[in-house]
């Protein structure tokens, strides 16, 4: 039976070998629900860039540049990091460059696996599918805050392993952690959510509706895939 791990932090990486599993990586608050949302509106690729002046250079190739730095949208930049500037019109058949505090390094740090796939509660049944039918072991790999844990982060994967529960084995305790949460909070897990740190930290920026939005699980069946470096969905 295949195996299923959890990276609680980016920082931790270097424990596990990722060349032969599929690694799922995810920052609900608010990267890869940014992404997944992109992509359900067309947008042609999402190319994750690790720092801000990589970003900013491409601009002048036709790339739209978005990014955040502490929540914040970055000066100068065409678009922050609310998954609500990804759902119109004017990103479709759009190239993307996309740099973030936390999503966009922990894709860095996974880049070497045998594939990588981009997870969100917004495409959460498309990403448990792929899993279930496909060849490779699993890492969740989540992005955390600054190279510490968070909690939202953690229910992602708790999910993940709640619907793949009979048919994949937890690799060690960090599965079964990630899956106890995740039974505590899903009847409401933007109440459970209340008082963790990105949570508060989101709140002082007054965009509630964005993280109720990236708990909603289901609205899309995109599965952004990383390729070259490149995020598509072929």
């Not at 993940?160 to 899956?179: G, Q, S």
Request: charged residues 25%; contains cysteine; neutral net charge.
């Amino acid at each position: 039976m295949k195996t299923i791990d959890v990276c609680l932090s980016p920082e931790l990486m270097h424990l596990y070998h990722v060349r032969d599993r599929t690694i799922v990586v995810v920052d609900i608050l608010r990267a890869t629900s940014c992404m997944v949302t992109a992509f359900a509106h067309g947008v042609e690729s999402i190319t994750p860039v690790a720092d801000l002046n990589t970003c900013r250079m491409m601009k002048s190739k036709g790339y739209i540049i978005s990014g955040e730095r502490d929540g914040k949208k970055v000066q100068g930049f065409d678009k922050g990091n609310s998954p609500y500037e990804y759902a119109g019109s004017d990103i479709r058949g759009k190239r993307i460059a996309f740099t973030t505090t936390n999503g966009t390094q922990a894709i860095e740090k996974s880049k070497d696996a045998n594939k990588v796939i981009i997870g969100s509660f917004l495409n959460l049944s498309t990403v448990v599918k792929y899993l279930l039918f496909g060849e490779n072991n699993v890492l969740i790999v989540c992005a955390g805050w600054k190279g510490k844990v968070n909690l939202e982060d953690t229910l992602f994967a708790g999910a993940v392993i709640d619907k793949l529960r009979n048919h994949i084995e937890p690799d060690c305790d960090a599965p079964l952690i990630a899956h106890d949460l995740y039974t505590r909070a899903k009847g409401d897990m933007v109440t459970y959510l209340s008082n963790s740190s990105h949570v508060k930290r989101l709140d002082k920026l007054d965009i509630h509706k964005d993280i109720e939005y990236c708990l909603t699980p289901d609205q899309f069946d995109v599965l952004p895939k990383l390729k070259n470096g490149v995020l598509t969905l072929s």
